[in-house]
């Protein structure tokens, strides 16, 4: 039996004390008091006689109602701190509970344990008693930190209306300890009592108060005691936020309120004045990630249904909504929850203060750029939402307030995103046609009872509306189902009231810089608007309007454009941006082929114009090179290939100036092919311009041809760009028909002396790699029976096919180069190609015979097509074979030739061989005798006998090479020098150390001969002479 309370030591009171932590979990000891048993009991009316017999035995007690163990084990378990010494704060804390043990005598000597009974009613159960131990108890807590176990046990339990008070004091206490922001690990003990103060409010008003005081406090930062206490208690804090989406059901306003505030206090959070004693603030945006993860968004959205008719409650919903929009993960949660159909119909809802629909418009923005943006519109496109879009722009529309300007302008962002899916019924509900009428009714000038109270007031928001109206236009010109709407609305004549030139500067309504961006943007939606509504654009003289504007473009006319918008780019100070758009829209309605848009445009002289506009733009392309003039080039170059394709005469008349201006375009540098500006798509213009203006009129080939075209050509072909290659080939076998032609290829040599013939066999060596056709080490066949099938056509199963189909080996022909190579050879000849090695004869043999080996291709897949279906009679099965033989035989004979070839060029090398070799024997030889030269002089000036010898031999040498027969009476001259000891014969050249000037007598030295006086004097007389 425990001693009396009185008799307990201070540190078991101090013990005591610890009981209460403020981690939120009863400690239990061995050495409990009894009065905490008589707390537990009394809790619980109707126990007293089981509370008054533990008190009599003194021991520990047992544990309270099975409600009341739930409620203590909702606690994190943590074990005690170890007992310290007791500080003054906690012999405070003895002090108080020492003086609740004064009433235990009391309660003792109503044991029966203690003593028999003096009156029976001693033993009942005395509620008011019980009461009145908790009221002094909790009167305690108030000097030690709160026990959210126990105050949860005491909001369990609200039989007593004076408990009530009680109750509502113990939470004041808690807002009041709590009052700098919640710890992290308080947060799941925080949310049972808030689950408790909601189930309350239902019947008692007052716990309202206290309610909205707790989740106010939610708005504060948590508070933690280590940095890792964010992530250890992350599910806590999640859960404990998403709590606050669950108590939006509540029929409370101001709960609701208090706890939108809250939610909008994360995006705005201030540090405490205060903080605890050893906590600190979570990070900034721990709670905004807290609220992600818990998705109170979600939980929001679904709250709108329930504030569907109080508008305070629901603008506190919005904006904590627009706060949470600017997450994408938040915003993914709201497209779950299909907050944009909810939200689109709220636009049209009463609100005087227009914050509703400002909410509401910017939500659904957020939605649309940070969430899935097909989910959204699959959203949206009901014909509700977008009525009720319709009726808030409306609405807006003839505002007179700034704030109405931006909202409207904000609606109008919404709808163009929302336009450019067809699925959404914009046009269906009309909302298309206002906005029509609304973009031309300035530039028509005819009234409509749709526009009617609107009035244009050139401000900045009116300036971005007709810009935003100019958009929606052009996307909507993307549905066929559109014309009629933009027909009956005189789309065209309103955005061809742009195509002038610019006003002055005393222009009234807008700015010059204004005005010059609204001319682009409405020229640029009209090359989209002009194809769709192609009879109303040349019943508006569109082409003729264009023309004229684009001689203004390029005249000499002083305008400096601003450059200030996207369409403005790389136009400032210049007219190129009008003219880059200009030329647009002429390009966009020459595309459709149209017979009767390509007259019309020639016989107002277009060719020569848009000849002039090419030069125009290919010198200021020369000064300075932009992404505007490359495109101006591209675009005039396709007009004219349109223009000029199936007309000879406007061939013939391009030919006069156009293909001097064309073949610059052809000698463009290599090196910026691959440019970012562009340079590939402009090269590939001209080259198309080239087979449509020049191929078919033989004026404008042969000027081409004098004017060195086939060999730019021929270089272009030789940079061996597999794109480029395959168009080159076309435009060669195109020209291949004039006789010049193949006279300039056979003169064209490239780098390293390189023929056209070498060229093009590279190339189909090339075509074959890529295309997996198989090859030996020497370029030879493999396969007889199918010498030029591709990988791909291998790995194809038979499929029979109609007659009119094309089989893969037909298909084939038209996909590769190899068919092209081999009609240039036709022209060219397979014979008499100077340049080839062994190797380009062997693949020239395979060229020759390419169509033989093609035809057998087909053979073969007529044979195994028919061989799958059915079985052919004895005379087809002979003919198909004969024609297998004669391929495979074919492939054969290509085969000999191949090795023929190759033979050859082994015995040609063999020969070189051999002739090296003799040049390298002889030149051995000529060493070996001037060694031998050498050693017989070495031998006659170191040894006398020698010299004699070759003397001797010298003189029978001589006198062999004199004539046998005498000269009668003829004179015998000498030839041998008196006392010269040489044994060289003396050679006809003689070498002078030095020479004297022109006119003058030779150096008088020992060795030059001497002349006589009357020698000299001679000398002097021929002189005068």
């Known amino acids: 039996m425990d001693p009396p309370a009185s008799s307990l030591p201070a540190a078991q009171h101090v013990g005591v004390g610890k009981l209460f932590s403020r981690r939120g979990r009863v400690q239990t000891a061995a050495h409990e008091v009894p009065f905490l048993a008589v707390w537990r009991r009394a809790a619980h009316a109707g126990v007293t006689a089981e509370l008054e017999q533990r008190k009599a035995a003194g021991g520990p007690g047992r544990a309270g109602p099975r409600r009341l163990r739930r409620c203590r084990r909702a606690g994190p378990r943590r074990r005690a701190a170890p007992m310290a010494t007791a500080g003054p704060r906690c012999r405070r804390r003895g002090a108080a509970m020492a003086s609740l043990a004064t009433a235990e005598p009391r309660a003792a000597s109503r044991s029966p344990a203690s003593g028999p009974s003096r009156c029976g009613s001693e033993k009942r159960t005395n509620a008011a008693d ?92 948590f508070q933690k005691r280590t940095s890792s206490d964010e992530v250890n208690y992350s599910i806590e804090a999640s859960k404990s936020i998403a709590h606050l989406g669950f108590l939006m059901n509540l029929p409370r306003s101001q709960v609701k309120i208090q706890i939108c505030k809250t939610i909008v206090s994360f995006f705005n959070m201030d540090l405490p004045g205060k903080l605890l004693s050893g906590y600190q603030p979570t990070s900034p945006n721990y709670k905004i990630q807290m609220a992600e993860t818990g998705g109170i968004a979600e939980y929001l959205v679904y709250s709108l249904a329930l504030v569907e008719n109080q508008l305070t409650e629901k603008l506190w919903v919005l904006k904590a909504l627009q706060h949470l929009s600017t997450s994408e993960i938040s915003c993914g949660q709201m497209v779950k929850a299909q907050a944009a159909s909810r939200l689109c119909l709220c636009l049209s809802d009463a609100d005087p203060s227009g914050q509703l629909l400002f909410h509401s418009s910017d939500i659904l923005w957020n939605l649309l750029e940070k969430a899935s943006k097909e989910e959204v519109i699959y959203q949206l496109r009901s014909l509700e939402c977008v009525h009720a879009l319709k009726e808030a722009f409306v609405d807006l529309m003839c505002g007179y307030r700034h704030c109405d300007h931006q909202l409207r302008n904000d ?46 007031t050139y401000s900045y928001e009116d300036f ?144 020569s114009q848009l000849l002039d506009i090419l030069k125009y733009a290919a010198d200021k392309f020369k000064e300075k090179e932009s992404n505007v003039l490359l495109e101006i080039q591209t675009d005039v170059l396709f007009i004219l290939s349109i223009l000029c394709e199936s007309d000879d005469n406007r061939k013939e008349f391009f030919s006069c100036e156009g293909i001097s201006i064309l073949i610059p375009f052809l000698k463009m540098d290599t090196r910026s092919f691959y440019c970012r500006l562009g340079y590939s798509y402009l090269l590939f213009s001209a080259l198309d311009c080239l087979r449509s203006c020049v191929i078919g009129c033989y004026i404008a080939e042969d000027s081409f041809i004098e004017k060195q075209g086939i060999f730019l050509l021929m270089d272009l072909l030789a940079l061996q760009e597999k794109n480029l290659s395959n168009l080159i080939l076309g435009l060669l076998v195109e020209f291949s ?154 492939g054969k004979m290509v085969a000999a030739l191949q090795t023929e070839a190759l033979g050859k060029q082994h015995r040609k090398k063999i020969q070189e061989e051999k002739k090296t070799y003799q040049k390298i024997k002889a030149t051995h030889t000529q060493k070996e005798m001037i060694n031998k030269s050498w050693e017989n002089f070495l031998a006659r000036t170191s040894n006398y006998e020698e010299l004699k010898k070759a003397k001797m031999l010298q003189g029978t040498l001589i006198e062999a090479s004199r004539s046998k027969i005498k000269v009668p009476n003829g004179l015998d001259h000498p030839t041998d020098i008196p006392k010269l000891q040489l044994t060289v014969t003396p050679g006809r050249c003689v070498t002078v150390g030095s020479a004297p000037h022109q006119g003058e007598p030779l150096a008088d030295t020992d060795h030059a001969p001497k002349k006589s006086s009357a020698g000299k004097k001679a000398f002097r007389s021929d002189q005068k002479r």
């Open 130 to 221: 019980a009461a009145q131990l908790k009221v002094l108890l909790f009167q305690d807590t108030q000097l030690r930190s709160v026990d959210l176990d126990h105050i949860i046990a005491l909001l369990v339990d609200s039989d007593s209306k004076d408990f009530e008070k009680e109750q509502l004091k113990t939470l004041k206490k808690v807002v009041k300890h709590f009052e700098n922001g919640f710890p992290l690990e308080d947060l799941a003990q925080i949310s049972e009592i808030l689950n408790l103060c909601a189930e309350k409010i239902f019947e008692q008003e007052a716990f309202i108060e206290p309610l909205c005081e707790l989740i106010k406090l939610f708005g504060l930062p």
């Open 411 to 456: 609606l109008l962002v919404i709808a163009t995103l929302i336009a450019e899916y067809s699925a959404v019924p914009v046009i269906e509900s009309g909302f298309a046609e206002i906005l029509i009428v609304l973009a031309t009714c300035t530039e028509v000038k005819l009234p409509n009872p749709l526009v009617k109270g609107f009035k244009l």
């Open 464 to 607: 971005e509306m007709k810009k935003l109206l100019f958009n929606i236009i052009g996307i909507l010109s993307k549905d066929t189902s559109s014309a009629q709407l933009l027909t009956e609305n005189h789309v065209i004549p309103a955005l061809l009231y742009y195509v002038k030139k610019n006003p002055k500067p005393g222009f009234p309504g807008w700015s010059v810089a204004q005005y010059e961006e609204l001319q682009l943007h409405a020229i640029a939606v009209l090359a989209s608007v002009a194809p769709l509504l192609l009879d109303k654009y040349l019943s508006c003289q569109g082409n003729t309007l264009l023309l004229v504007f684009l001689e203004w473009c390029v005249s000499q006319d002083p305008f400096f454009g601003r450059g200030n918008s996207f369409h403005g780019t790389g136009g400032r100070g210049t007219k190129h941006a009008q003219l880059c758009y200009g030329i647009r829209v002429l390009r966009s309605v020459v595309a459709l082929y149209n017979d009767a848009v390509t007259t019309n445009l020639c016989d107002q002289g277009a060719i």
């Open 737 to 890: 028909d004039n006789a010049q032609t193949i006279l300039h290829m056979n003169i064209w040599r490239g780098k390293r002396g390189q023929t056209a013939a070498k060229v093009l066999i590279q190339l189909w060596r090339q075509e074959e790699m890529d295309l997996g056709v198989k090859r030996d080490q020497y370029g030879k066949i493999v396969d007889f029976k199918r010498p030029v099938i591709t990988s791909f056509q291998k790995q194809q199963k038979v499929i029979p096919v109609p007659a009119s189909c094309p089989s893969i080996s037909v298909m084939e022909i038209s996909e590769s180069l190899r068919a092209k190579i081999y009609s240039i050879f036709c022209k060219l000849g397979f014979e008499y190609l100077p340049g080839l090695s062994a190797k380009d004869v062997v693949t020239l043999a395979i060229i020759q015979h390419f169509i033989d080996f093609k035809v057998g291709e087909v053979w073969s897949e007529i044979s195994a097509e028919i061989k799958e279906e059915f079985r052919p009679v004895t005379a087809d099965e002979r003919a198909l074979k004969l024609i297998s033989e004669m391929s495979e035989n074919t």
